[in-house]
């Protein structure tokens, strides 16, 4: 199946910070892909959509301005969590479409001190 | 707007039992439905995808149906092992048609004892 990277798989920083989490598609271009975030024991939600060469679309509730998304390439989406707090510690997945099926990547765990 | 529910969130079996999951969608008009695997802390595998022309997917000791008329769609484990212990989550297309956004279950956490 197809294989999509996240970069790092773990971040702890200082509240206020900002952190960048890369989405790679490694064998397949993807026009689009998806961010969730999974909080303990909960399932996923989904935060965004990341389409290439435009904007990203939110979800409803996801600020658009603390979660930045950047497209810039068929197979690389970054997600930028700015001003972090400890709130926004979470688990961070990325996903791309290589139709019909969904390809995850192996998450990013976010730690806000 | 669909909803897709899973139930049981928990559950615990001996080795070598098989068993059934269980996940309730509220939109039949569902394009596709996929279940995935999800290790702690790890990020999800993709086990079956049923489209909506179909009523299951095999795979080894997997088997997915998908009763569009009911909601429902079912994971059969047949044989379970200790391996197999992991959480199982179910998803299906967010809007119409395959739009890549999936609409997730609470999942249900399956422990095999051997």
């Known amino acids: 199946g197809a294989v999509v990277s996240q970069h790092p798989s773990r971040v702890i920083c200082k509240s206020g910070t900002s952190v960048k989490i890369e989405c790679r598609s490694l064998?397949?271009?993807?026009?689009?892909m998806f961010w969730y975030r999974q909080f303990p024991k909960q399932s996923l939600m989904l935060m965004a959509t990341?389409?290439?060469?435009?904007?990203?679309?939110?979800e409803q509730g996801v600020e658009k301005d603390k979660f930045l998304i950047n497209h810039a390439s068929l197979t690389l989406s970054t997600l930028t969590v700015t001003s972090a707090h400890p709130e926004d510690s979470s688990f961070y997945i990325c996903?791309?479409?290589?139709?019909?099926?969904?390809?995850f990547g192996p998450g990013t765990r976010l730690t806000v001190l | 707007k669909q909803e897709v529910t899973q139930i049981p969130a928990a559950l615990s079996v001996p080795e070598g039992e098989n068993l059934v999951l269980n996940c309730s969608f509220t939109?039949?008009?569902?394009?596709?439905l996929q279940w995935f695997r999800q290790d702690p802390g790890k990020g999800l595998t993709s086990l079956l995808l049923?489209?909506?022309?179909?009523r299951e997917q095999t795979s080894g000791r997997l088997n997915a149906s998908l009763d569009k008329s009911s909601g429902r769609s079912t994971l059969y484990i047949a044989a379970s092992q200790p391996g197999d212990s992991a959480t199982y989550l179910c998803?299906?297309?967010?809007?119409?048609?395959?739009?890549?956004?999936?609409?997730f279950g609470q999942g249900t956490t399956l422990q095999v004892k051997p």
């Open positions: 996903s791309a479409s290589d139709d019909p099926s969904q390809f």
């Open positions: 064998d397949f271009q993807a026009t689009t």
């Open positions: 990341s389409n290439e060469g435009s904007k990203a679309t939110y």
């Open positions: 939109d039949s008009a569902i394009y596709n």
């Open positions: 049923i489209q909506s022309s179909q």
């Open positions: 998803a299906a297309p967010h809007g119409s048609g395959n739009t890549g956004k999936l609409i």
